[in-house]
């Protein structure tokens, strides 16, 4: 579903666990222009078929996944990033003219320096294996996305649910940012995972809450809902986590 321009969102609709995926659309130049964020899981712990869904969902749009150029993960987890592989093979089927080969994944270096220690671990509390290289590391602040249309993002390292987790922040315009599982409608993220800390969520939630925000993007959906829309609402999300979730951080 398109919400803004060059800004499509595929919030997951079905029962088991997923994340929602958001993409950027025309963002890059060269041959794969599209820069999709956490494209989810393949298949789910319920047989959903979530990355087939997502392409369909993708194609009424009219978006193709190998015009994809780029994969943020917002950080490790494999209801977020187990189809980084697959939409990387689908990249290749396109022949480009630009150096990059296929699509190129990216994530925060503390990310993948909490997988390496923690892989084993992680793998059999999630029961899935991550299986990805990063082709480079994100950074806390701007990620330039493409000289042309001047899509130009703020990265934010947010850890608290894993420790290289990161938010984006899309000043342009309104302001739009995309929590991954920091931030939800109503909810925070969970910090009995491996590398998950209480102090350190609560830090990056006020951070986040300094931010000018009109659309607040969560990694996944919750009972009360799934975009926040409007600075008012999503004033009030700050507030109802910090009353509700913060004694407990
Ligand atoms: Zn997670």
Same mark, same amino acid.
């Given at each position: 579903?398109?919400?803004?321009? %060059? ?23 060269g041959d794969r ?8 899981? =393949? ?43 697959? @939409? =990387? ?23 993948m320096e909490h ?11 999630? +029961? ?5 290289? #990063? ?5 806390? +602040?701007?990620? %330039? ?40 409608? +109503? ?12 102090? @350190? ?6 951070r986040l809450s ?36 913060? #004694?407990?951080?």
């Amino acid at each position: 579903m398109k919400l803004l321009e %060059n800004l499509y969102c595929y919030i997951w609709p079905g029962r088991g666990n997923n994340s929602n995926s958001y993409l950027f659309a025309n963002a890059l130049r060269g041959d794969r222009p599209h820069v999709i964020i956490d494209p989810g899981h =393949v298949v789910n712990e319920l047989n959903e078929r979530c990355l087939e869904h997502l392409l369909s969902d993708m194609e009424r749009d009219n978006l193709k996944p190998e015009d994809i150029g780029l994969i943020i993960n917002t950080h490790s987890h494999p209801d977020h990033c187990e189809a980084n592989q697959a @939409l =990387v093979e689908r990249s290749r089927a396109k022949m480009g003219t630009g150096k990059a080969k296929q699509a190129l994944i990216t994530i925060h270096e503390e990310e993948m320096e909490h997988l390496a220690m923690m892989g084993a671990l992680m793998a059999r509390f999630l +029961g899935k294996e991550t299986g990805f290289e #990063p082709d480079f590391y994100l950074r806390e +602040g701007d990620l %330039n996305l493409g000289k042309e249309n001047k899509i130009s993002l703020k990265i934010l390292h947010t850890p608290g649910h894993s420790p290289g987790s990161i938010s984006i922040y899309w000043p342009r315009q309104v302001g739009v940012l995309i929590t991954g599982d920091v931030l939800f409608y +109503g909810a925070v993220g969970r910090t009995d995972v491996p590398g998950g800390d209480g102090k @350190l969520l609560k830090r990056s939630i006020e951070r986040l809450s300094e931010l000018d925000i009109e659309y607040l993007l969560p990694g996944h959906s919750t009972e009360f809902g799934s975009i926040i829309k409007g600075r008012e609402k999503v004033e009030q999300n700050f507030a109802f986590v910090r009353l509700n979730y913060f #004694p407990m951080l």
